[in-house]
């Protein structure tokens, strides 16, 4: 879930017009993606990974408890599923947990990458994509990067329709040990 988690932000911040000095203050793009919700609206993202032989899915519901011009509250509750051959499937539900979102940051001075690492190839566009039986208008961005043997790639989509901004996303990892994983739009309420 953290890696979900760090990879939106990643995303959120990307898609957020750049200030122009570290330490500058931004409005906070979670905030941004959740500002135009109601109280009591809720999502749920259904994340399968799948590593060697065993495969985990994972349901995250987050709710928007309240919202004021400086922050705002989300509950987040997960509930995971991991099946492991010849032990079958265990569930595991985490109680809820409540975290303020403040509306604004301070702007992060921004490394410009780790020496010897090489450079993700990045893709973008637009592609509308049929969940839950709607239409969302989505932007997509995908990174690719090749470490020594090992390849990932990872493609996001986002809208402004979606609590928090992520519609779908997908990653694969090949090489010596392959992974695969997608989490996707899987329950929307909005009171």
């Keep these: 879930m953290k890696r979900i988690w760090m990879m939106t932000a990643a995303l959120l911040l990307a898609i957020t017009p750049a200030a122009t000095e570290a330490g500058e203050k931004i409005e906070n793009p979670e905030y941004a993606s959740w500002k135009a919700f109601k109280a009591g609206t809720k999502i749920t993202m259904r994340t399968t990974t799948t590593a060697a032989t065993v495969s985990t ?13 400086d922050k705002l509250v989300l509950s987040t509750q997960t509930v995971t599923f991991v099946d492991i051959p010849g032990q079958g499937e265990k569930r595991i539900e985490s109680p809820a947990q409540d975290r303020e979102v403040p ?31 709607k239409s969302y208008k989505c932007k997509w961005i995908e990174t690719k990067i090749k470490l020594g043997e090992t390849t990932t790639t990872s493609k996001v989509w986002s809208s402004t ?30 009171p």
């Design 57 to 69: 899915k994972l349901e995250t519901t987050t709710t928007l408890k309240s919202k004021g011009k």
């Design 161 to 190: 329709e979606v609590p928090g901004g992520m519609v779908k996303m997908t990653s694969s990892t090949k090489g010596q040990i392959a992974t695969s994983m997608e989490s996707v739009l899987a329950e929307l309420k909005v």
């Design 103 to 133: 509306a604004q940051l301070e702007m992060p001075n921004m490394p410009e990458g780790v020496p010897g690492t090489p450079k993700p190839e990045v893709k973008e566009g637009e592609e509308t994509l049929k969940i839950l039986g």
